[in-house]
């Protein structure tokens, strides 16, 4: 029986090739995209939860403040707290705490002092324990004691591949920053980084009691400062970590009450956060170590795959029930011989199960094929080796055995319905399914159309304005060079006068924030003959001379820094607002900040303008720069056309002077951009998926008109016989189908309005939403779906009415 | 076999009601060949489609081998019909996605017979059609008088005690006519029983009785042998 069900509708696929074409076509669109999507989010998923107990291990995140609006929301704590945890609570079986050195930037790291370094990001200070809760497969070397002494490093295979080519390299040493600062490092270990996915993603560890910061971290004892240390805790098995997050208020309160209201940070919180949510979970949580992924992306990609694969099922649903007439015979006659409705409910989801499978095996070669574009789009790494993967082999047929079924279950019910004596005797028209119901569905693909159409338009332009808006500074012609290590701090002044000499250079300065990252440093600030602990978080840039003037940021009061300033900041306007000082006395008014019971004094010597020195996501915050002579950047703004001259010019310069930290460099205005990188990808992303789902929705439509002016075919020759112009004809086959389009417009425009509504409130600075924009797309949709009518009703439309007639 | 006593049906549409049999009664025996015939909408379709299970009367009696099947729900009329009626139709009905051979075979899957048996009686009938040499083709290659053999061995194959021919010859010329008409004869003289509405006097003759009806009602009954 099932052997029939497949040969009659492998027959029936080849026989009406248009139709197999249409349907074929989408469901292979659908489930490529629907595969692509499934491997990316699986991707995405399942981070940490190779760890022995994944479930038990916890980061503790900080916040601050109350309300919607906190001072503070990290991912960090201060360092004594992962320690007093374990020491004060049972159920917490074990602690480590990781510092990320590019706070501080000493991730220069290179083989001897004869060989060039290289400035390696995810470098951690990490607690021995590391290894205990963070399970790594070592290639060399072990984990015991791996960390235990000061100075000893554990590298991943492909930075110790890196730095010594293939040889074995437990027991050698390498330089760990530059200048009077650089440390030997012993390697105890190396570890596979290939086949971990953890959001640690780390490419080496150094121990946390080697001199400098990890000292620091190692002895501190404040509970309300310093929130830059990652703390993780294991619980033991069955501890209620409910109960633990109940008791972590008056934990803090118990070891740190004096320090916190010292700090101004009595509302601090401290929170579990299972390490197995931190990839997806995040949102909102700031200072992430790594990229951490957004579980609404996810949903995003996957409700785009869903609709696609809808708007597919929808043109196998109306196709197949546009042409019942066309199978009103086969059912009846077997009906007639013996066949239930249950055999013909079968038969036909037989056919609909084949075209979906044969459309998923045609899907797995496609999106092998596409895996490279995907890749560049998403910045992914996924291979063939993700889609052979019994999991997504299993969730794939499971996905087009349920579209088989879902395209399916309709026609089978409405073609297993048909009479056999309606059919068998004469040439009756049937009625197969509810016309409107097919209406219905072609409004529901137009709606999907339409409301991507909207997105697509606002998405770009909201990239658009990103990149277009005045950020306050220039980003254009700047190239920023990675300093950060002693010996550019000592050479500084001489090589930003040899960068002078430069032919194109107009002007060099320094800073410890490049303008496209996020200035973590922040103080807690006070006005004099104000409550100490009522504080303001102000962010805290280092800069060098002359770098308002290399960014083109207006200082609108006061003066720039001089070579004698010492705790002289200029601060922006939003500082003034925040701290509500008049501008005419900004000049005369001096912060305040107390640290360990010491008052410092900071002041005031300069007003800048408001610029975006974090993305247009968030608002501009109150910020002071004060005068630093250990930049992390120099930054060169130039004049020419000739980018490979200057790079050029740069780098036999930086040699020159420099010997201990190679040179390397970006261009400003290419790192802003890629601040927004997600939204250009979501832009692009949804482009394509839009294009498919339009593409998908016309070859439907042309399916549907095509039979629809088979059905009136002798209308159209009879009207035709009767003297309509081919106009008329031609407006009777499309006029349905533009009232549809207009019907989907007008519910996809509330739709699509709310859903970019929302999405824009991501961005503090967003366009408006313009209702050009709905105009445009509806116009659009309606034009597409008018050339893809039009075709079929011109065609039937110029047809000699004889022929139609004679045939009936 | 068949005994229908008062038989109505009527065709509603929203403002006509049309009587398409008016209390029509007679009896067919095992092993009758009867011919039913009468001017186009007299009624006879109808009938033939209530006595081959595929539509309910409105009113009346219709008993088929002494069970009382009016009433009955599509379910149990189509599991009385694959085991005991086969049909004939003038348009030969054909599935033009199967072969000769899948047509002849398709009542045997709905039966559930196994695929062996399924080969050798439909080989077996295919012969007797004489139609073997082209059971591997599709019914748009065959002429009239070959697919019409084809619908007969489809109808027989399943031996069903009741044939019910609607116009078998309609669309033939008349050599192609006589053949098809030979087949019925051979099939009633080996046992079964048939029901054909015609308009041909000619074919007519072949059967035992000849049911007349106008207006949904009998008109005239001769018996021929």
Redesign the interface.
């Known amino acids: 029986m099932i052997r029939n069900y497949f040969k009659i509708a492998l027959r029936n696929l080849l026989k009406h090739k248009l139709l197999t074409g249409i349907n074929l076509f989408g469901l292979i669109i659908g489930t490529v995209s629907c595969l692509i999507i499934l491997i990316y989010v699986l991707n995405q998923t399942g981070y940490d939860q190779h760890f022995d107990h994944a479930e038990n291990i916890y980061r503790i995140e900080t916040v601050n403040g109350r309300g919607d609006k906190p001072s503070f929301n990290t991912a960090t704590t201060s360092p004594p707290i992962a320690p007093a945890l374990k020491s004060d609570f049972p159920e917490v079986s074990e602690m480590t705490r990781i510092v990320l050195t590019d706070l501080f930037n000493v991730n220069l790291i290179r083989a001897s002092l004869e060989v060039d370094g290289y400035y390696e990001p995810r470098a951690y200070l990490a607690d021995s324990t590391v290894f205990k809760i963070f399970q790594f497969h070592f290639i060399e070397g072990s984990p015991i004691g791996a960390l235990n002494s000061p100075n000893q490093t554990v590298l991943s295979a492909t930075l110790a591949k890196k730095l010594f080519g293939n040889k074995s390299v437990v027991g050698k040493t390498v330089i760990w920053g530059s200048g009077a600062e650089a440390q030997t490092l012993t390697i105890t270990g190396v570890f596979d980084d290939e086949s971990t996915k953890s959001h640690l993603n780390p490419n080496y560890f150094v121990s946390m009691t080697t001199p400098g910061m990890g000292e620091f971290v190692s002895t501190f004892q404040n509970f309300a400062t310093n929130n830059f240390v990652y703390s993780y805790i294991k619980l033991i098995p069955d501890a209620d970590a409910q109960n633990l997050q109940e008791k972590l208020p008056s934990f803090i309160q118990k070891h740190g009450k004096k320090q916190l209201e010292n700090a101004g940070m009595v509302d601090k919180k401290l929170f579990l956060k299972k390490i197995t949510d931190i990839h997806l979970y995040s949102e909102g949580r700031d200072n992430q170590i790594g990229t951490v992924s957004n579980i609404k992306y996810l949903y995003f990609l996957l409700a785009l795959a869903f609709f696609i694969q809808l708007v597919a099922c929808i043109n196998f649903i109306n196709l197949s029930t546009a042409r019942a007439n066309q199978r009103a015979k086969e059912i009846g006659v077997r009906k007639v011989v013996g066949a239930g409705k249950g055999s013909l409910i079968r038969q036909f989801l037989s056919e609909s199960l084949l075209l979906s499978l044969i459309a998923m095996l045609i899907s797995i070669p496609i999106a092998i094929l596409l895996l490279p574009l995907v890749n560049e789009l998403t910045l992914g790494s996924l291979s063939y080796l993700n889609i052979f993967n019994w999991k997504v082999l299993v969730l794939l047929l499971s996905i087009s055995t349920l579209t088989g079924l879902l395209a399916g279950i309709y026609p089978a019910i409405i073609l297993s319905s048909i009479k056999p004596i309606q059919v068998l005797k004469s040439a009756v028209q049937i009625q197969s399914g509810n016309g409107m119901f097919r209406k219905a569905l072609v409004v529901f693909q137009f709606v999907i159309s339409i409301s991507l159409i909207v997105s697509v338009i606002i998405i770009t332009q909201q990239f658009k304005y990103t990149q277009s808006k005045d950020l306050g500074f220039n980003k254009e012609n700047m190239v920023a060079l990675r300093a950060g290590t002693s010996d550019v701090t000592s050479k500084y002044d001489a090589i930003k006068s040899n960068f002078l000499n430069i032919p194109g250079v107009v002007s060099v300065a320094s800073g410890r924030y490049a303008p496209f990252e996020t200035v973590l440093n922040d103080n807690g600030m006070y006005l004099p003959g104000k409550n100490p602990q009522d504080l303001t978080i102000v962010r805290r840039n280092g800069v060098s001379k002359d770098y308002f003037n290399t960014m083109n940021i207006d200082l609108l009061q006061g003066r720039d820094f001089n070579a004698t300033d010492d705790n002289q900041i200029i601060v922006n306007k939003a500082t003034l607002k925040s701290f509500n000082i008049p501008e005419d006395k900004a000049l005369s008014t001096i912060l305040l900040q107390t640290h360990d019971e010491v008052v410092y004094e900071y002041p005031i010597v300069g007003v800048v303008d408001d610029y975006h020195f974090t993305t247009l996501k968030d608002e501009i915050v109150p910020l002071f720069l004060h005068l630093d002579n250990e930049p992390n950047w120099v930054f060169v703004k130039f004049k020419t056309d000739d980018y490979k001259q200057l790079v050029s010019n740069l780098e036999s310069t930086w040699k020159k002077n420099i010997d201990t930290a190679p040179f390397t460099y970006v261009f400003v205005d290419k790192e802003v951009e890629n601040l927004y990188a997600q939204e250009q990808r979501l832009s692009k992303i949804c482009t394509v998926f839009t294009f498919l789902a339009i593409l998908i929705s016309c070859l439907g439509l042309f399916g549907l008109v095509s039979y629809y002016a088979e059905q009136k075919k002798k209308e159209i020759g009879i009207r035709k016989v009767l003297g309509a112009s081919v106009q008329t004809v031609v407006k009777l086959l499309t006029k349905d189908f533009v009232v549809l389009v207009i019907i989907a417009f007008v519910i996809a425009t509330p739709l699509a309005y709310l859903a970019m509504h929302n999405w824009l409130e991501n961005f503090t600075y967003r366009i408006d939403i313009s209702v050009w924009v709905f105009i445009l797309a509806g116009i659009g949709a309606l034009l597409i779906a008018l050339i893809t009518v039009s075709f079929q009703a011109i065609k039937a439309a110029i047809a000699n009415p004889i022929n139609s007639l004679r045939t009936e | 076999m068949i005994q229908i006593t008062n038989l109505e049906k009527f065709y509603r549409t929203e403002e006509v009601q049309t009587i398409a049999l008016n209390k029509l009664s007679f009896e067919v025996k095992k092993g009758e060949f009867v011919a039913i015939m009468g001017p186009s909408g007299c009624g006879k379709?109808t009938l033939l489609?209530i006595l081959?299970l595929?539509?309910d009367p409105d009113g009346g009696s219709f008993k088929f081998n002494g069970e009382e099947v009016a009433g009955y729900n599509?379910?149990k009329r189509?599991e009385l019909?694959?085991h005991n009626v086969g049909?004939v139709?003038q348009?030969f009905?054909?599935?033009?996605?199967?072969t000769v051979f899948?047509n002849v075979e398709?009542?045997l899957?709905?039966?559930g017979v196994k695929p062996a048996e399924r080969v050798k009686r439909v080989e077996e009938v295919l012969e007797k059609m004489q139609i073997m040499h082209r059971r591997n083709h599709f019914p748009q290659q065959l002429s009239g008088g070959q697919q019409q053999r084809v619908a007969v061995a489809?109808a027989v194959v399943?031996n069903p005690k009741l044939i019910l021919a609607?116009e078998p010859t309609g669309n033939l010329d008349s050599t192609n006519g006589n053949e098809v008409m030979d087949l019925l004869i051979d099939l009633n003289e080996a046992g079964t029983t048939i029901i054909m509405v015609t308009h041909s006097e000619h074919d007519a003759k072949y059967s035992h009785r000849i049911i007349r009806m106008l207006d949904g009602q009998k008109v005239t009954e001769n018996i021929l042998i």
Not at chain 2, 93 to 98: C, R, S
């Open positions: 379709s489609n081959g595929l539509d599509e379910r189509s019909r694959k049909f139709f348009s009905n054909l599935i033009d996605e199967l899948e398709l009542p899957i709905y039966t489809r399943n609607d």
